[in-house]
């Protein structure tokens, strides 16, 4: 099905004005257009779905395509199928120019999927509260930080974003306000499944705030918004516009300035730590220590066994820079050893054992 094609809960929606629009066998009476205060936010959730989809490829390896769907205010919100139970909020704190949360919601299903697929799974897994709450709050931030320093190039927004949160999804419109954006989420190989991504009333009027004030700076401040030179829409000097068949001269193509997203992830909020993100670090696979006399250790030789202190079956320790970020067990790939990742230290752990 093409994806313009609308489904049947949002063509509900759009119907919903017209339900009162007749007057008792009388004439219809012509439906009175409502402002969907949403749609000032729209540019807002289109850069979450495209960070979302570059961060989250990187990440799994794999295509991965956030599509934004559908965008209502909060109180017109349909809720899908796949998030009227079993679902998750994962939620993070804005402030600065925005002050609010924005929330994805997404089914246990999906949760498990993208985290064990993190962790190296097939993406099969059944959702584990201990392994895949941290896994998926990893995804989060990883595309949050990225958003950074986009929304302050093309928004001209300056946010600082928190951690991601995990709590409790109704899987009920309850929401007051705020702007409910619906999210098809393709995963390569694996079913597509929908989401919702939700801001709340106080950051939606922060970011129409805005957009406001930018419209109000005019043509200048719009082109420069998008990386865009003011000399860009302009022909060279001594060149000759290009003309359509009326012979009405058409103006060059725009040309786009790159914008640096601070490294591979993009931003991580903190100007500093972006200088060091293309750093590379040794990885040390540590699968036991011992303690051995000087003696003992002048007198191995080979096919001598040093014992360790952990026992077959238990994870091994993955270090960087000498410090425990995460656990794993030794598997063979293409007859080279491998660790699959089996639990993370949490983010701000591992940001403080990095220092």
């Not at 959702?127 to 709450?133: Q, R």
């Not at 941290?134 to 595309?143: G, Y």
């Amino acid at each position: 099905m093409g994806e313009s094609i609308l489904s049947q809960e949002e063509i509900d929606l759009l119907t919903k004005s017209l339900q009162a629009g007749s007057t008792g066998g009388g004439e219809a009476a012509a439906p009175v257009p409502v402002e969907n205060t949403a749609e000032s936010a729209r540019s807002f959730f289109k850069i979450v779905c495209e960070q979302a989809s570059s961060v989250v490829t990187m990440v799994l390896s794999r295509a991965v395509d956030f599509q934004l769907q559908w965008l209502v205010a909060g109180e017109n919100s349909v809720i899908p199928d796949e998030l009227a139970s079993q679902s998750l909020s994962i939620d993070v704190g804005i402030k600065k120019d925005a002050v609010g949360t924005m929330s994805f919601a997404m089914s246990k299903r999906e949760i498990a999927t993208l985290s064990d697929l993190m962790l190296m799974g097939s993406g099969h897994a059944d959702y584990n509260e201990a392994e895949h709450k941290d896994a998926i709050c990893e995804i989060i931030n990883q595309i949050t930080g990225s958003c950074i320093t986009i929304m302050s190039s093309q928004l001209q927004m300056s946010l600082d974003l928190g951690q991601a949160s995990v709590s409790d999804f109704s899987g009920k419109n309850d929401f007051k306000g705020g702007a409910v954006a619906t999210v098809l989420v393709r995963i390569e190989e694996f079913p597509d499944q929908k989401i919702l991504v939700i801001l709340d009333d106080s950051l939606l009027s922060g970011i129409k705030a805005k957009v406001s004030s930018k419209a109000d700076l005019g043509a200048d401040t719009s082109l420069a918004s998008l990386g865009l030179s003011s000399s860009a829409s302009a022909p060279a000097a001594g060149s000759v516009p290009a003309a359509v068949g009326d012979g009405t001269p058409v103006a060059p193509p725009a040309i786009f300035t790159p914008q640096h997203t601070g490294g591979v992830f993009g931003s991580t909020g903190n100007k500093a730590l972006d200088l060091l993100m293309d750093i590379e670090l040794p990885i040390v696979i540590e699968l036991g220590r011992a303690q051995m006399s000087l003696k003992r250790i002048l007198e191995l030789g080979p096919g001598a066994i040093v014992e360790m202190d952990r026992l077959a079956g238990e994870p091994v320790d993955i270090l960087i820079n000498g410090k425990v970020v995460a656990r794993g067990e030794v598997v063979v790939v293409d007859e080279n050893f491998g660790v699959r990742i089996l639990s993370l230290v949490s983010p701000e752990e591992r940001l403080k054992l990095l220092r």
